[in-house]
């Protein structure tokens, strides 16, 4: 099984930044392909950003491709969500994932298994 464990939420006002963390324990981290999602009241959870196993690839959702970067350090079993100009729009719940992928769209949230307990990230205008 893999856990993971997020931290880094907040209230912040729209232009700030904030960076959310994801580390995970209970299986090599590096043998995971691992996402962002996000999900605001009312709404259904949505893709935000995937990151590769390797970390060599990356993909984004368009609504935060200019304003967000997702990294990985595989020695620190540890994924990083970067958020730039955050806008009121950007107010959710964020959830980090985690998957091995046999199969299966990386953008599909019914596709992951392995979820973190969410951190709720608020924007102020």
Known sequence: QVQLVESGGGLVQAGDSLRLSCAASGRTFSSLAMAWFRQAPGKE????????????????ADSVKDRFTISRVNARNTVFLQMNSLKPEDTAVYYCAAETFASGSRRSA????????GTQVTVSS
């Not at 893709?47 to 984004?60: A, E, K, L």
């Not at 992951?112 to 307990?117: A, F, I, L, M, P």
Request: charged share 10%; proline share 0%; net charge neutral.
């Open 45 to 60: 959870r949505e893709f935000v950003v995937g990151i590769s196993m390797s970390g060599t690839s990356s993909y984004y």
């Open 110 to 117: 019914g596709n992951y298994n392995y979820w973190g307990q």
